[in-house]
């Protein structure tokens, strides 16, 4: 019995070095992603396998643009559209996560999720979309650690140049020569908050654009003006 404790302590303790040894790993990343692009990102590296189960020769469309060449436009839609308090907050928005819950008991269902731009990054460059309480709890992790080491500025820089947009797109310069045949930074205020309302489902959306979601949009284009940008 002793022999079995103690073995199963030494697997504990293998384990538990395990997970401190990728917790530093994805620090390790993430500072190094404070001075240099991001190639890839875990959601891309997903939906390029789905595409090519399909399709073997299929690639993703992206294009990194530095911040200065993303339009005022969609930097302002995007704060309004997803997180309105960004430039506040150190990662979490507790007022927003706790509208969330109340809207989502009302409604009997998660219609709502309350995530910042910054937990969305973390997601987008480490996790997957699978839903789990630990996928979660290293979303907050890494949430903390991009908050502590990145600019609110370089978070939504990254955000804006690798989160997905549609099948096979990803970033924003991709997405505005996608579906307006224009680079990024000529972005107008429409199109900007219509790209906007795309990001909660963007490969539904892309094919589904109807009158709801455009009246959303329309909202989001009255929000901009009040949006903090960094």
């Not at 990803?170 to 906007?196: H, I, N, Q, S, T």
Request: proline fraction near 4%; aromatic fraction near 10%; charged fraction near 25%.
């Amino acid at each position: 019995m002793k022999a079995l404790l103690r073995r199963a302590g030494w697997v504990g303790v293998a384990l538990l070095a395990l997970l401190v040894l990728y917790q530093l790993w994805i620090f390790l990343l993430v500072l190094w992603w404070s001075h240099f692009n991001p190639s890839s990102t875990s959601f891309m590296d997903i939906r390029l396998d789905e595409l090519q189960e399909k399709r073997p020769n299929a690639e993703l469309r992206h294009e990194w643009v530095p911040y200065e060449r993303i339009s005022i436009h969609l930097k302002r839609a995007v704060i309004a559209a997803e997180d309105d308090r960004f430039v506040d907050h150190e990662g979490f928005d507790w007022e927003g996560i706790q509208r969330a819950m109340e809207k989502n008991q009302r409604k009997g269902r998660a219609v709502a999720g309350g995530s910042t731009i910054s937990q969305q990054l973390a997601k987008n460059l480490f996790l997957s979309p699978t839903r789990s309480y630990f996928r979660k709890a290293q979303e907050a992790i890494i949430t903390v650690m991009i908050e502590t080491v990145w600019s609110k500025r370089r978070i939504l820089e990254v955000y804006l140049n690798v989160v997905e947009w549609g099948t096979g797109i990803f970033g924003c310069e991709a997405a505005a020569r996608r579906y307006y045949g224009v680079p990024a930074g000529r972005l107008g205020p429409d199109e900007a908050a219509r790209l906007a309302v795309m990001l909660p489902n963007p490969r539904k959306y892309e094919k589904q654009f109807g009158p709801r979601l455009a009246a959303h949009a329309a909202r989001i284009r009255g929000r901009m003006a009040y949006a903090q940008v960094p």
